[in-house]
Nanobody, 123 residues
């Protein structure tokens, strides 16, 4: 099992930037696939970005490509999400996920979740 704690959320105006962090402790072999998801009020939780820790291959939702960057430290203890050119539609609770059986953007592929950090983008 992996324990996950997100931080870095906040309120920002459209066009601004935020950097989310996720502290990940636990079994290293469960961190080979990690991801960021978000959930807006009244909507389903959706995948934003994922990373394959062996080699760093990344995947992004079409809505954030070119604006968001997922990365991690060399020890796989901290996962990051750099968010640039933020838009009001990026507003939501952002969750870190690990224990993925596939490095996908599919919620059901991940076993462990953090509590989330709120991102609010105003126009």
């Amino acid at each position: 099992q992996v324990q996950l704690v997100e931080s870095g959320g906040g309120s920002v105006q459209a066009g601004g930037s935020l950097r989310l962090s996720c502290s990940a402790s636990g079994d290293r072999y469960l961190k080979y696939c990690m991801g960021w998801f978000r959930q807006a009020p009244g909507k389903e939780r959706e995948g934003v970005a994922s990373i394959y820790s062996y080699g760093g291959r990344t995947s992004y939702a079409d809505s954030v490509k070119g604006r968001f960057t997922i990365s991690q430290d060399n020890a796989w203890n901290t996962l990051y999400l750099q968010m640039d050119d933020l838009k009001p539609e990026d507003t939501g609770m952002y969750y870190c996920a690990a224990g993925g059986r596939a490095c996908s953007l599919v919620r059901d592929d991940y076993a462990d979740w953090g509590q989330g950090t709120q991102v609010t983008v105003s126009s």
